[in-house]
């Protein structure tokens, strides 16, 4: 570690965090690099079109007597193998809320999961990345019991805003209150800021013992192998009284002191960026492109996608995506269309009119999904996401064989996610075709449940085959279509050098039913991925090539209802 060039890139970025307190800051972050340095001293493989995700919960998959860890990477090596190179691991510390978002202890993985060595078993086959729920702890976390109690190493860990405070401008994702009360030992009531819920309480980083501390965990996860590191809900880290607390500039230079560390002591580690917001915001979490988050999520995507199926035309869509350009050479977009999370609205901002999420909502409602609401600064209510299953959303109500669409649109939408430039991510319920969840819905009144099932390892061994299933039927052709469609579309991307996450992207309009993305342009890698995201048949006389998905040479393309092609010269 060259600790005089770290010290002299984060020297001006802690000076603007902390000013009088400046050099004590940077003492501690360069003390920390050189106790971590000793384990960190690998370099991780940078990304390229043989790059993909899959994201998934550490219990998806469970077998009686077995640690969900342990049956997830059985469940990987036996279904998954080879189809994508690295785990997204949703977060498997214990915690008290939100499906593992309202964390106790940051530093250790719920027991209820398994231990640090069953991660290290998922990483002998891929490459993990970790989550990083840095703007808040559970209210049962000792971080907040201590500062509750007066504890003076917890002393302003927490926001507690006064009268003084403005917080009339302040943009969040619910609806519940921003500052909750909450009883001290001794009696009294302390009241603390809380952008998420009662449960989830927002640590305060100007405080420069909460940098330190975070900064800790953050290495600890690249100690433990993590690859890739996502930084949850990044954007409401800093808090500024007569702001929105939402992108403050303090928010990007704290992501900018954490790549400086990682690019430091362990070149190549990404740190992904999660801030669901609209595409102009979500953007600027790249920075100049080399100094900070080394991937952003695509959240325009998902919604983008969606509107497209359900109203067969691609313009919105095609619009968009011919603004997306490769960033820089150490930086891309992370592409995803399903999450634990549902499909965000808030990012369809200038993308799409109201009447156009009026129609993703009918759809949702329509398919037995749940809308979320957010409250805006002024009081009022707007949609903040769709909770549904992505392939059962993009299926007309109605339709007479609701599995075989669901394929069917399901890989032509991946298609899409796969061709578009950046590394993609899968989400578990995608790759296996699941449906809604409907009665951990019910059972839980949770919306995003509808979306977070957990699997029944034997049970999904059986569904993945033509063995009967629950002593009647057999498999679930749902299932073996989308993980045999998307491992047959993985292992092909891979030997495709135009689907580089670094390659030029050009978005075409031939047909408004038809997205074409021309990748790597005027180059040998070349390749045009086309889509047609209607029902109905469609002839493209301008485009030819052999398609790589079926081997077959075409001079005009013909693609049938929610066809696709993968076309190299």
């Not at 313009?315 to 995506?321: C, I």
């Not at 490769?326 to 609205?345: C, E, K, M, Q, Y």
């Not at 991946?414 to 991510?425: D, E, Q, R, T, Y």
Request: hydrophobic content about 40%.
């Amino acid at each position: 570690m060259n600790r005089h060039a770290l010290a002299e890139r984060l020297a001006p970025l802690v000076a603007g965090l902390y000013a009088e307190r400046a050099e004590e800051v940077l003492t501690g972050l360069l003390d920390l690099a050189d106790r971590w340095a000793p384990r960190l001293t690998g370099s991780a493989r940078r990304p390229d079109e043989s790059t993909s995700y899959l994201i998934t919960y550490g219990d998806a998959f469970r077998r009686p007597g077995e640690a969900p860890l342990h049956t997830l990477a059985d469940v990987l090596r036996t279904h998954v193998r080879d189809a994508v190179t690295d785990v997204h691991l949703l977060p498997l510390y214990p915690w008290t809320s939100d499906d593992g978002f309202g964390v106790v202890d940051h530093r250790k993985v719920n027991p209820d999961l398994g231990t640090w060595d069953d991660v290290a078993d998922l990483r002998a086959d891929h490459a993990v990345m970790l989550d990083f729920v840095a703007n808040h702890v559970s209210s049962a976390s000792p971080w907040f019991t201590g500062w509750l109690a007066g504890d003076p190493d917890r002393a302003g860990y927490f926001v507690d805003p006064g009268p003084e405070w403005d917080t009339s401008r302040v943009v969040r994702p619910r609806t519940t209150p921003l500052v909750h009360p909450y009883p001290r030992p001794d009696g009294t009531v302390a009241h603390a800021w809380t952008t998420f819920g009662p449960d989830q309480v927002d640590v305060d980083v100007r405080t420069p013992a909460v940098l330190v501390d975070l900064t800790d965990v953050l290495l600890g996860y690249v100690a433990r192998g993590a690859t890739t590191v996502r930084l949850d809900a990044i954007g409401f880290l800093w808090k500024r009284s007569g702001t929105t607390c939402l992108h403050l500039p303090e928010t990007h230079d704290v992501i900018r002191v954490w790549r400086a560390l990682v690019d430091e002591l362990c070149p190549g580690t990404l740190l992904l960026t999660e801030t669901n917001v609209p595409h102009a915001d979500n953007v600027t979490y790249f920075g100049d492109g080399s100094d900070e988050a080394h991937m952003v999520y695509q959240f325009a995507l998902p919604p983008l996608v969606l509107h497209a199926f359900v109203t067969g035309r691609a313009t919105a869509l095609t619009g968009w995506a011919a603004g997306i350009a490769p960033v820089s050479r150490t930086a891309t977009w992370f592409n995803f269309l399903a999450s634990h999370d549902g499909i965000g609205v808030r990012p369809t901002q200038g993308l799409l009119t109201d009447d156009d999420r009026a129609l993703l909502v009918e759809r949702t409602l329509a398919r037995g999904g749940r809308v979320s609401m957010a409250r805006l600064p002024d009081g009022s209510e707007q949609v903040y996401e769709l909770n549904t299953n992505y392939l059962d959303a993009l299926v007309e109500p109605g339709d007479a064989d609701p599995d075989a669409s669901a394929v069917t649109r399901g890989l032509a939408a991946h298609v899409i996610l796969l061709s578009m430039v950046g590394v993609p991510a899968i989400y578990y319920h995608s790759l296996l075709g699941s449906g809604q969840d409907r009665a951990g819905l019910a059972a839980s009144d949770i919306p995003r449940r509808i979306n977070r099932e957990v699997l029944d390892a034997d049970r999904l061994a059986a569904e993945l085959t033509d063995a009967p299933v629950g002593g009647a039927g057999g498999g679930s052709p749902r299932r073996r279509g989308m993980l045999e469609g998307l491992r047959h579309l993985l292992a092909v991307r891979r030997t495709l050098p135009g689907f580089s996450p670094f390659a030029a992207q050009d978005a075409e309009r031939h047909d408004e039913r038809v997205v074409v993305l021309r990748r790597a342009a005027g180059t040998p890698d070349e390749v045009v991925a086309v889509v047609n995201v209607s029902a109905e048949p469609v002839t493209l006389d301008r485009l030819a090539g052999t398609d790589v998905l079926t081997g077959q040479r075409h001079d005009a393309v013909h693609l049938g209802p929610h066809g696709y092609a993968w076309l190299v010269p």
